[in-house]
């Protein structure tokens, strides 16, 4: 009886064990960023839209009080990002290619718009380098 229960509980170790590694396994991105106006300071409640023209997938974040926002969990693939805040020209990051464990900063600086107005950044030289992070990323 007691090595049944041993054994048991044994079965029981391996299979938690077994499990926690695979709930740690990271398959998506983040972006995050800060916010300004000419002048430096932070932007309240901008609006960034990340959008996957390709899927249709969509998640929009607003600013914070310190103009930092961040938007979790994207899958891979290619974006275009858009920063807008009533105001402002809206800022637009195009081909922004997102790959499984990135974490991208995009800090922008929105200008003041004359009437309806965008800014289009075209994010085809996106390193490949973080710089907040020590992580080697493949090739």
Known sequence: MRRTI????TYLALVLLSILPAAA???TADVSGHVTDPKGLAIVGAKVTVLNTNTGFQR????????????YQIPPG???????KDGFATKVYDNAQLAVGDKRTLDASLTLATSSQAVTVQMEVLPLVET??????GS
């Open 6 to 9: 041993v054994g048991i509980f």
């Open 25 to 27: 396994q990271v398959t």
């Open 60 to 71: 929009e974040v607003t600013s914070n009080d310190s103009g930092d926002f961040i938007a």
């Open 78 to 84: 290619t974006y275009k990002i858009s920063i807008s």
């Open 132 to 137: 907040g992070s020590s992580e080697i990323q």
